[in-house]
């Protein structure tokens, strides 16, 4: 409870558990006030997401050197799709569609991946505590996608969390839903482009029909969920009413990007639980997430799934409700959920139980120690295949559902021996050794301004290691305070 | 990640077709499911104690989760159901390119090794069979696969079935350390009973950190000292460098089984049971080439499992059991590709295995569960059953029918699948 928490308590939960970790060029103290860690969870609601902008991603233009310069979304969707366009200037495009496999010139789609992931490291970097990061990063997850099912996937898994996930993370869900089903890597990640109304005019003519994939997971993991009380019926009308959610194909020049095809969309009226949607084309569909989006089981499943990824694996019922009333009454309102669930006392329990998942443990270690831009982008490979290695990697989940939130999948032996090793391997890559702040100051020192309340035992051990850096941050990463949440 | 990353996808014969008709649509990309992502095979291995009830053998158990719900009816084909070509249209498989079983069913391609363990009497294949339940979705499905209850009504039980057997065995004095596990933990093996993990080293520290940290958390934090504990000491046993010598060119889930199988192998207080992940069976689009590609690394990976165990000398003590949470549509669909179904095959090998048949009660493809897709005959909960009975010699039906499997006392353990 928050009220039993003494206030460095508090700023270690704000820290650890909402947050992405000390943040070494940090300004505030967080247990300065009695509510100055849960001030710093509101002041980051308010001021909102840091936003990315297209030309901030740099992504190699060609193969022969090494310049880096940036794309716009429909150039992005068309290497996606391995259409081939020279990118300057746009209006002298010429394409050279190439075909098969390893046969890429660059940009790949797995470049453009790359490139987002990169410049996160440095926006991770910003933020005091980082819940807004945390919140995107959360619904990140509540969308899952597998980037390396198509190069669509791979070349705007980036654009999908900064103009959707991020833009309206303290926005509507509805929106973000909406946003999210008709954005091309959702679309083609769960078959929706192969999904075709079996009376449609394709439909009849190709003798094909609809695939459920998308409808049976927005109702099952994006919206009301499984037990949301749906039917197989319901899996099929939303199916329907979906059809025609399709993006543009090789010959267009719009290659990649999402179109609303009536050729393709199943005609008719089709009830999803217990309402019925007769609406001509697109509307239909937005009428259906619409409703889905604002359904009281979906504020149930939304409530418990941010406590359980936030607060506990087995949230009460009581907290369930008083999270999912703040969905109900602000209509899904992702502000009025995420401040209610700053302002539930019960979600400030005791810190030091659990443990931190990998990828935001990862992402604390870039705070703790300090980037530059540069340096922190040039992480990125090691970042990845390290978050691979930990199973927790943005983008490659293998199945919709997204990673888990359950703390026994990542408190196992295993994944703590390879917690030692990834923190190492990190600041290997990273040169933590070159800095020469350590001819100024002692790794033990540093330990002791990002973590306050260090034990004696842990900051004895750092201190033994402050002639070797390397190893004493080392440690200092996997130290119970680091790891715990 | 792999090749596949750069493998941007399989154009749909159909599709191209009617593109050469200038229809703009069909000139969409159109993608594998993410089908051929076996490289994020893991494993996950639990201690067995020390049978009372067993005789004097040491049995071992891989069990082989095949996510995604693996397409039984082109894997053992029932050529001889005269409706199978006719559903499965172009993606019947035809009796000419396949591996014969008997003259019924035939076996795909990619599982020449299997085959030659079949001949051999050392593999069979459990055909029309499901989980308990049969909603076609994949979390639900594996869910109650491995959670062991009925599933005919809403369920969140937590905690898996294998880890409630190991609850309930005996443990004797040369094992203690609980079980092992690589990655994320498989529900099969949560609960009560502690797991060890396992995955290689990549990034080793330098020497005396481990001993530094390992001190640390002995005077700090007691669970973490006890999982770093557990988590070196399984590290030396899976790197042990013994065995036969195998191809350096492996995939990653060929590396799984091959470690699976040395720690399965490491005498005392090892590990006997393990679990494998095997992900990417979800064929919705492009299923031959991606079918064909996941058995072929699964057939090899079997293979290397099997060299090592006979190597170690415990391959005639072992059952490898593969299940997978459901089958696919009897007819195919519009992508050539398959949806989610209900029946399916389960495919046993060992030494152990009382194997070299198919064993079915074949309801017919003209019998269909819910018009569309394969009615399972058999309950996979008595293949399990007929695995814990008789090659881990757990008798107590008490046991059997209200702990591990809660509610299953009409459900009987499938007879003939072990040597005893």
């Known amino acids: ?485 | 990640m792999s090749a596949h990353d750069h493998d941007l996808t399989q154009l749909d014969s159909r599709i191209v077709a009617s593109a050469a008709e200038g229809c703009e649509e069909s000139k969409l990309l159109l993608s594998r499911r993410a089908a051929l992502g076996l490289s994020a095979g893991f494993f996950t291995w639990a201690f067995t104690p020390h049978l009372a009830e067993a005789s004097s053998s040491d049995p071992r158990l891989l069990i082989v989760l095949l996510r995604g719900g693996m397409d039984g009816l082109n894997v053992a084909v029932p050529i001889g159901d005269p409706q199978y070509a006719k559903l499965r249209g172009r993606l019947a498989l035809v009796k000419e390119n396949l591996l014969p079983l008997n003259s019924y069913f035939y076996l795909h391609p990619s599982l020449a090794f299997f085959k030659t363990l079949y001949n051999a009497g050392q593999a069979t294949i459990v055909h029309a069979v499901a989980p308990p339940m049969k909603n076609r979705s994949h979390f639900e499905c594996q869910r109650n696969l491995e959670n062991g209850t009925p599933g005919d009504k809403e369920d969140r039980t937590t905690g898996g079935w294998l880890n409630r057997l190991l609850s309930k065995l005996t443990p004797a004095d040369r094992v203690k350390a609980g079980a092992l596990q690589i990655g994320p933990t498989p529900l099969i093996l949560q609960g009560t009973e502690k797991v060890l993990s396992w995955s290689p080293t990549l990034w080793p520290r330098p020497a005396g950190f481990d001993t530094s940290l390992l001190n640390l958390y002995k005077s700090t934090d007691s669970a973490l000292y006890d999982l770093l504990l557990k988590g070196i000491t399984a590290n030396s046993l899976a790197t042990s460098t013994s065995g036969p010598a195998l191809s350096p060119d492996a995939s990653s889930l060929q590396l799984s089984f091959r470690g699976a199988a040395k720690l399965l192998g490491a005498p005392s207080g090892a590990p006997r049971i393990a679990v494998l992940n095997v992900e990417g069976w979800d064929t919705h689009v492009g299923q031959p080439q991606a079918l064909a590609a996941n058995l072929n690394n699964l057939d090899k990976s079997l293979s290397d499992f099997t060299a090592i165990a006979k190597n170690s000398g415990y391959w005639n003590d072992t059952v490898v059991l593969c299940v997978t949470e459901f089958g696919r549509t009897a007819k195919g669909n519009s992508d050539n590709g398959t949806d989610h179904g209900v029946g399916t095959v389960a495919m046993l090998a060992g030494g152990a295995v009382k194997g070299g048949k198919v064993v079915a009660n074949w309801p017919g493809l003209s019998n269909l569960y819910d018009g569309r897709d394969l009615r399972p005959t058999y309950d996979l909960r008595q293949v399990f059953k007929s695995v814990i009975r008789s090659h881990l010699g757990v008798q107590d039906k008490k046991i059997l029918d209200e702990v591990v499997f809660p509610g299953s006392s009409l459900i009987s353990a499938l007879p003939e699948l072990i040597r005893t």
């Open chain 1, 1 to 485: 409870m928050y009220s039993t928490l003494t206030p460095q308590e508090r700023a270690r939960v704000a820290l650890m558990r909402f947050g992405l970790g000390p943040n070494v060029n940090g300004k505030k103290n967080l247990s300065a006030s009695p509510h100055a860690a849960r001030q710093a969870l509101l002041d980051e609601i308010a001021a909102g997401p840091a936003r990315i902008s297209e030309a901030e991603i740099k992504v190699p233009s060609t193969d022969q050197n090494d310049q880096k310069v940036s794309f716009t979304f429909p150039q992005t969707c068309r290497y996606g799709m391995n259409l081939r366009t020279k990118p300057v200037p746009a209006s002298s495009t010429t394409e050279v569609p190439t075909e098969g496999v390893h046969n890429y010139v660059r940009p790949t789609p797995w470049d453009f991946q790359s490139a987002e992931r990169a410049l996160r490291l440095v926006k991770y970097q910003e933020p005091e505590v980082g819940f807004v990061e945390r919140l995107v990063l959360f619904w990140v997850n509540h969308f899952s996608i597998l980037s390396s099912k198509h190069g669509i996937i791979a070349a705007t898994a980036g654009h999908l969390e900064r103009t959707v996930i991020r833009q309206h993370v303290l926005g509507n869900f509805a929106d973000m839903l909406k946003g999210v089903i008709k954005h091309p890597a959702m679309i083609t990640y769960l078959d929706n482009h192969v999904s075709y109304g079996p009376t449609s005019t394709l439909g009849r003519r190709w003798k094909a029909t609809y695939n459920e994939n998308l409808a049976r997971e927005i109702l099952e993991l994006h919206t009301v969920g499984v037990y949301g009380g749906y039917s197989q019926n319901d899996v099929i009308g939303l199916a329907k009413i979906i059809t025609g959610w399709t993006i543009y194909p090789y010959n267009n020049g719009n290659a990649g990007q999402f179109y609303f095809n009536k050729d393709l969309h199943e005609p008719g009226a089709f009830t999803v639980i217990g309402k019925e949607f007769a609406q001509a084309g697109e509307a239909q569909g937005t009428a259906a997430l619409e409703h889905l989006a604002i359904h009281p089981a979906t504020a149930q499943h939304i409530a418990r799934k941010l406590l359980r990824h936030f607060v506990t694996d087995n949230p009460t019922e009581k907290m369930i409700q008083e999270l999912a009333d703040a969905f109900v009454v602000s209509n899904g309102n992702l502000k009025a959920v995420s401040t209610a669930l700053v302002n539930l006392d019960s979600a400030w329990i005791k810190p030091g139980t659990g443990i931190r998942r990998p990828y935001e443990w990862m992402v604390s270690i870039v705070r703790g120690v300090g980037f530059s831009g540069a340096n922190a982008m040039a992480l990125e490979p090691a970042f990845d295949i390290i978050n691979t290695n930990m199973s927790n990697q943005i983008w490659k989940h293998m199945t919709p559902d997204g990673y888990p939130d359950d703390n026994y999948v990542w408190e196992t032996p295993d994944a703590v021996r390879v917690r030692k090793d990834a923190a190492g391997h990190l600041l290997a890559t990273g040169a933590v050794w070159k800095d020469p702040k350590w001819k100024s100051q002692k790794p033990s020192e540093l330990a002791k301004t990002l973590v306050p309340h260090l034990s004696m035992a842990a900051a004895s051990a750092i201190q033994k290691l402050d002639r070797d850096p390397m190893q004493a941050l080392n440690l200092l990463f996997v130290t119970p305070e680091y790891l715990r949440r």
